[in-house]
């Protein structure tokens, strides 16, 4: 049992509404007259994709908050609330007596109907019990969950220390306690109205005071938090899934609204504290439905979560606007400072990220950098050791040619740093360093949210490695940071919300490429410089899920072999967004339109010389050009998905496939 004081942009609530946020956790509160403890759990299990690195539960129990907090995924919490059930009365008087909450919050007598809990996906603070949730002030007065990203953390502790603060976790999060703590007067709403003014970032928190029976008080702030309106009993939680199984009428929270939920009802004020009414609704989804947050399918539900996962990869790191910052848990930046050359190893996915990395690190830092496939790399007895930075880049951090290429790195001298998605695998034990993708979990087998969180930890890697090289002058870094953090703005204008249908989110501009070219049995893409690892991508994405041969190659190429397989019949997926080498890029498509092919492109907004050379085109939003691939993946990622839902295949278990390549 925990002591108070012990050591140390978006979719909407229905996960379907344009927005940039940061919602890598799980969120779920509940006030009315049941017993809070089984309904918080289950909302839990029904969130746990959205972390599993910790959790934790805290109930107002006769006057004072009691709290269990754990390590690991959702049951290793379940069985230390079991643990605690099995202590004898003797033990639990000799617990209640101690300074620290007491076992009355396992006690089915006791029926605590009020509470929060909180699934965690680390960002601030290594993988602890004291950075679990919920976090709480010094007094144990208050406790609150948060989801998100508290951007301006550390000028807030600074202030809190001086002021005689006390924090007991490493996390950005538990400022809100003390800061609630300390604007608190007896009204609970009135002190997170106050708070809601003082933070900056992107955030949802909850939270409760001892001092406030049967209430809880929500803020939204670009975050996913959504109500669930119940008779004498509400819910509030990250996502609708949380309490589906209790009720169906939810109530959705705007960007900066608060909400004070008591058993008979709910009052919300909004960015103005001006007390207003929210829309009512029921949702029809099923259980499993609702376990893909209301879309037809987990891949394009994943697709849909890219501007969040984004946001979640890069949002403290850019905290500095002027630069980038990779100092946190698992990784000490010297590891970078004797390098000499980088060598990337990767498979699949991975790999393609991976050659977009390359091409930012050497534009922007100026240091030499190899690709190698890590299943092709382990057997060719390759000139590594002193002085090499090796990258793992594995999704999993389970993928046995990487791990293999990693140890045989390190067996020669090399340095290894592991980028990855999971925390605790086993390419983060054998590597020297760690750089966390955090795109969440990810079940459909085909990759979407993952590879670009790869490629945006790689645009972070590269930025960093330049201003550390003094590659990159001031102004040109602090543009790059700025236009690196409207990527999830952007990504989110593509996938643009949409429906929860079947077709749900996809642009008519993909449909109609779809329809028009789903029965072909064959697709050619193409492109140049920072375009080709896009065109691999996109080309993997359709095998993967539509079982369409196809083939992908640098369209320079074209002309030394592939040019032969063209004919009327063959559409050619060109990516031409902009780049130092379009003009000839355009070249190229003149020549396949020449034999024939239909050429379909990839392009930045605006480009009418290749809108005028294609046949059709879908168009990205203009950013810094080398940044434009992990915008152009995404019409790639939907016309796959249309073209295998054209052709009646399940997206998220395709043949022959699994999610984790484990043995070689």
Not at 475 to 498: F, M, N, Y
Request: hydrophobic residues 45%; glycine residues 8%.
């Amino acid at each position: 049992m925990e002591r108070g004081r012990s050591a140390y942009a978006s979719a909407g609530g229905l996960e379907g509404r344009v927005g940039i946020v940061a919602a890598m956790c799980g969120i779920v509160g509940y006030v009315g007259r049941r017993a809070a403890r089984p309904l918080l759990l289950a909302g839990l299990k029904r969130l746990e994709y959205r972390g599993y690195d910790s959790a934790g539960i805290s109930l107002l129990c006769d006057g004072r908050i009691e709290s269990v907090r754990s390590v690991g995924n959702l049951a290793a919490l379940e069985q230390k609330l079991a643990a605690h059930e099995l202590l004898s009365e003797t033990q639990r008087t000799e617990e209640a007596a101690q300074p620290a909450h007491t076992a009355a919050l396992l006690r089915s007598a006791a029926a605590p109907s009020t509470g929060i809990a909180h699934t965690r996906w680390a960002t601030h603070g290594r993988v602890s019990e004291q950075n679990a949730h919920p976090h709480f002030d010094c007094t144990d007065r208050v406790h609150v969950v948060v989801n998100g990203i508290i951007e301006n953390h550390l000028p807030l502790k600074r202030d809190l220390l001086a002021a005689g603060c006390e924090f007991t976790s490493q996390t950005d999060a538990e400022v809100v306690a003390h800061l609630l703590a300390r604007r608190y007067e007896g009204d609970l709403m009135q002190a997170v109205l106050r708070v809601r003014s003082e933070l900056a970032g992107l955030y949802a928190f909850v939270a409760m005071s001892a001092q406030e029976r049967d209430l809880l008080v929500g803020v939204r702030s670009e975050t996913p938090l959504v109500i669930g309106r119940g008779e004498n009993e509400q819910f509030i939680a990250s996502a609708v899934p949380a309490f589906l199984s209790e009720t169906r009428l939810v109530q959705e929270l705007e960007d900066g609204d608060v909400a004070a939920l008591r058993p008979d009802g709910v009052e919300i004020c909004d960015l103005r504290s001006v007390k207003v009414r929210r829309r009512k609704h029921v949702v029809d989804w099923d259980e499993e439905t609702a376990e893909k947050g209301g879309f037809a399918t987990f891949m394009l539900k994943e697709i849909h979560e890219q501007a969040d996962a984004v946001a979640e990869t890069i949002a403290d790191r850019t905290a500095l606007r002027s630069e980038v910052s990779l100092a946190e848990e698992g990784l000490d930046e010297a590891l970078f400072s004797e390098t000499r050359r980088i060598i990337l190893v990767a498979c699949g996915t991975s790999y393609h990220a991976g050659l977009v990395g390359r091409y930012a690190i050497e534009q922007w830092a100026r240091v030499p950098v190899e690709m190698d496939i890590a299943s092709e790399y382990r057997y060719r007895n390759p000139v590594v050791g002193e002085g090499d930075l090796v990258i793992g880049i594995s999704q999993s951090g389970e993928t046995a040619d990487t791990l293999a290429a990693m140890r045989l790195a390190r067996r020669q001298g090399a340095k290894v740093l592991a980028i990855t998605n999971v925390m605790g695998s086993q390419a983060t034990r054998e590597a020297d360093g760690v750089l966390f993708t955090r795109a969440g979990l990810e079940i459909g087998v085909a990759a979407t949210k993952t590879f670009v969180c790869e490629v945006a930890v790689m645009y972070l890697l590269a930025l960093r490695l330049a201003k550390m090289r003094g590659s990159l002058e001031d102004e040109q870094l602090r543009t790059l940071v700025s236009e690196l953090k409207q990527l999830p703005h952007h990504i989110a204008e593509l996938t643009g919300g949409g429906d929860h249908g079947g077709r749900g989110g996809v642009s008519a501009a993909v449909q109609e490429v779809a329809a028009r070219f789903w029965r072909r049995s064959f697709f050619l893409y193409m492109g140049r410089n920072i375009g080709l690892p896009i065109a691999l991508e996109g080309a993997l994405k359709l095998k993967e899920i539509s079982y369409i041969a196809t083939d992908a190659y640098p369209a320079g190429e074209m002309k030394h072999g592939p040019i032969a397989l063209l004919d009327e019949s063959s559409p050619v997926v060109c990516v031409a967004t902009e780049s130092p080498v379009l003009e000839k890029l355009i070249s190229n498509m003149e020549e396949v339109k020449a034999r024939g092919a239909t050429v379909i492109a990839v392009m930045t907004e605006g480009s009418e010389q290749v809108a005028q050379a294609a046949d059709f085109a879908l168009a990205v939003p203009r950013t810094d050009w080398m940044l434009q691939p992990i915008l152009a993946v995404i019409p790639l990622q939907m016309l796959a998905y249309e073209i295998a839902q054209r052709r009646g295949l399940n997206v998220d278990q395709p043949r022959n496939l699994a999610k984790t390549v484990t043995v070689e």
